[in-house]
């Protein structure tokens, strides 16, 4: 028996091979054009059976409401320090983290009696120099009737009317004002208030404590800093330019803020390349908090309300005209939770709403239903 496979091993890997080609041959070969024309007339018998759902939208106008969402923030933070040195004799209780004070409150003052005394004495230099100014007028004055007795009918000598004095006097008279001006203002910043109403962040002054002129002790934000950051996109932002003065609506925790828009961000991001809003709301939201904002943009004529399905990869379409799929590109206005609003085209016999994943341009269908 081994002889016999010995003898015979060369033919039979022949014909091995000789079977794989032919094997080969027959996958791989063309079909016929018999086969390929039952394969088109199965896909066209197939195609006659497509049966689509259509819509025919209204044409009308529309506000769009543009949905977004953002946070809360400080505009800018105020640092609170003193504007002259020495002991803290009050601090007020709203002066803590987390503390509301009014315009124009009191919440610190400095032991005033050191620039009480040099108000006194401002004071005091103020009447010295104005009496050393009327010494030197009346001087003056006597100098000028002595010469015009001795000279008639010629001008009087500034130096002999002592001129020169008189304007030294009355420089030293408006020098003594102004130290008693400065005086009155360091005495007047014994006591620290901020010019707005808002919320203390950090403090640190303490009763009995020695501050120096500049030191911080605090910091605090307005009322009117606190403003929504929100991010919309670039097309967004056209619905609703122009921006300034825009009304909307601030949603966070089941309650709703009036608001309205200040502003926009003067370039993109970088990274998402979308832009970003302020708006002020007309009630005190906290900072950090959370919200979702409503902006009600422009009228837009010329709309139609589609519903969601009517949309398929990259805003577009399908209509059916003439009997067959044809595809468009939609102009989005805005999107809804449950709809979209695009801008008016010619849809032919209807927008298709149904899943077409088999669609192309061309393909014959029939209309199924027809909604409103």
Request: net charge neutral; charged share 25%.
């Amino acid at each position: 028996m081994r002889a016999f496979f010995k003898r015979f091993a060369g033919t039979i890997q022949i014909s091995v091979i000789a079977i794989a080609l032919l094997v080969t041959f027959i996958i791989t070969r063309a079909p016929s054009e018999q086969a390929v024309s039952s394969a088109v007339r199965g896909e066209a018998i197939s195609d006659e059976k497509r049966t689509v759902l259509v819509s025919k939208p209204t044409v009308a106008a529309h506000t769009p409401i543009i949905k977004a969402s953002g946070s809360m923030e400080v505009q800018s933070y105020v640092t609170m320090s003193s504007e002259v040195s020495g002991r803290v004799i009050q601090v007020s209780d709203a002066l803590r983290v987390g503390g509301k004070f009014s315009a124009g409150e009191v919440l610190l003052r400095i032991d005033p009696n050191d620039f009480e005394l040099r108000l006194e004495q401002a004071i005091a230099d103020v009447a010295s120099a104005e009496a050393t100014l009327k010494l030197r007028v009346a001087e003056s004055n006597a100098a000028r009737e002595n010469y015009a007795l001795l000279h008639v009918g010629k001008p009087v000598p500034e130096l002999v009317a002592k001129e020169p004095q008189k304007s030294q006097a009355k420089a030293q008279l408006d020098s003594a004002i102004a130290r008693e001006k400065i005086a009155a203002l360091a005495l007047s910043r014994t006591e620290f208030s901020m010019p707005f109403a808002g919320y203390v962040t950090e403090s640190s002054a303490s009763l009995g404590q020695l501050l120096a002129q500049g030191q911080t002790f605090g910091r605090a934000f307005a009322d009117s800093a606190v403003e929504a950051n929100v991010t919309i996109t670039t097309e967004e932002l056209a619905i609703i330019s122009p921006v300034k003065g825009r009304s909307a609506k601030l949603i966070t925790n089941n309650q709703i803020y009036k608001a309205t828009l200040d502003r926009v961000s003067a370039e993109l991001d970088s990274k998402t390349r979308f832009a970003r809003i302020f708006l002020k709301a007309e009630e005190k939201v906290p900072p950090g908090t959370f919200v979702s904002v409503e902006i009600e943009g422009a009228p837009q004529k010329d709309t139609m309300s589609l519903p969601l399905s009517a949309r398929k990869e990259n805003d577009d379409a399908w209509i059916v005209s003439n009997g067959s799929l044809q595809q468009v590109k939609l102009d989005v206005v805005s999107t809804h939770p449950d709809v979209i609003i695009v801008k008016a085209f010619d849809f032919q016999d209807g927008i298709v709403q149904s899943d077409t994943p088999w669609a192309r341009n061309g393909l014959a269908v029939s209309i199924l239903r027809t909604q409103q």
